[in-house]
C-alpha cells in the first residue's frame, strides 16, 4: 500500500469570481467579492477609483494595500471576518466614508487617520486584538454608532466625550475599569453596552446629564449596585419613559430570557 502524502498548496486566486465583479462594480460603482477565500486584493481594483461601496468581507486577507487612499469616492468600507493586522494610514484619505467594518480580524492598533473621516456614521472594529484607541477618532464629528466589542481595550480616551453626534456604544467584552468623566458630553448618547468589563461604578454626569436610556451592564461588578449609583434616579426616569414609548430594543439579546438590560421592555 503507497504512503499518501498531503500537501497545503496555495490557494489559487478566484479568477472568474474577480473577472465578473470588476465589470459590475464599472457600472454599479459596487465591488462586493465575499467568501472566495481571497487571500490578497485584486491589483485591478485600484483602477476603480471611481468604487462607492466596497466589500471584501469572510475571505482570507491578511493586509491590505497602501493605495487604498485611491479610492477617494468610497462610502463604505467592508472588510470584516478576515485576517488583517494592519490597515494603511491612507484609510484616512478617503473622506466621503459614512461606514467602515473592520470586524473579526486580528488588528492590534487602528490608524490615527480615521480621524480625518468627517462624514463617518458608523465605525464596527469589533472581534479584533484591539488594546487602545487612537484619541483621533473622537475628531469624526458624524460618528453615531461605534462597536468595539469584544477587543482588550483598558481605557477609553477622555476625548470621545467630544463625540457629540453618538448615539450608540458597545465595549462590551473588554478590560475597561472606568469610563471617563468627560463622558458628559455625549449629547446625544441613547444606547450603551459595557457588559463584561471590570467596571465598578459609571460617571454621574453621565448617568444625569445625557439623554442615555439603555444600559447594558451584565457581567460587570457595578451591574448589582446600578441603582445606588449617583445619578441612577435620572437615568431610571428616562428609561421608564423609553419603555412607556416601546421604543426597539438595543442591542438585539443573543437569549432574551437570559440577557435584559436596564433599559429594556
Known amino acids: ?11 489559487e486566486p478566484p479568477t472568474k469570481a474577480i473577472k465578473e465583479t470588476h465589470q459590475v ?3 454599479t460603482r459596487q465591488y462586493h467579492l465575499n467568501c472566495v477565500q481571497l487571500v490578497e486584493v485584486p491589483p485591478k481594483l485600484f483602477e476603480l477609483n471611481n468604487l462607492k461601496s466596497l466589500d471584501l468581507s469572510h475571505n482570507r486577507l491578511s493586509m491590505f494595500p497602501e493605495e487604498v487612499w485611491q479610492l477617494e469616492h468610497l462610502r463604505y468600507f467592508r472588510v470584516a471576518d478576515n485576517m488583517l493586522t494592519y490597515l494603511p ?9 459614512r461606514k467602515v467594518d473592520l470586524s473579526m480580524n486580528s488588528l492590534e492598533e487602528l490608524p490615527a487617520s480615521l480621524g480625518n473621516l468627517s462624514r463617518l456614521n ?6 479584533n486584538r484591539i488594546k487602545s484607541l487612537p484619541e483621533e477618532i473622537s475628531k469624526c464629528i458624524s460618528l453615531a454608532v461605534l462597536n468595539a466589542a469584544n477587543n482588550y481595550i483598558t481605557e477609553v480616551p477622555a476625548a470621545f466625550g467630544q463625540l ?19 463622558f458628559e458630553g455625549l449629547v446625544s448618547l441613547l444606547r450603551l453596552d459595557m457588559r463584561w468589563n471590570p467596571i465598578t461604578g459609571l460617571p454621574r454626569k453621565l448617568l444625569q446629564h445625557t439623554p442615555l436610556c439603555v444600559l447594558y451592564t451584565e457581567g460587570c ?28 430594543q438595543w442591542p438585539p439579546p443573543a437569549d432574551p430570557s437570559h440577557l435584559k438590560g436596564w433599559g429594556d421592555t
Open 25 to 27: 462594480a464599472k457600472e
Open 1 to 11: 500500500m503507497g504512503l499518501r502524502v498531503s500537501v497545503n498548496l496555495p490557494l
Open 164 to 182: 457629540v453626534s453618538l448615539v450608540e456604544m458597545s465595549f462590551a467584552t473588554n478590560d475597561i475599569a472606568r469610563l471617563p468623566e468627560e
Open 122 to 127: 458608523t465605525l464596527i472594529v469589533s472581534e
Open 89 to 97: 494610514e491612507g484609510i484616512g484619505e478617503c473622506v466621503l466614508l
Open 221 to 248: 461588578p457595578v451591574h448589582a449596585t446600578l441603582d445606588a449609583q449617583p445619578g441612577f434616579m435620572d437615568f431610571q426616569a428616562r428609561r421608564l419613559e423609553r419603555i412607556r414609548r416601546k421604543h426597539v
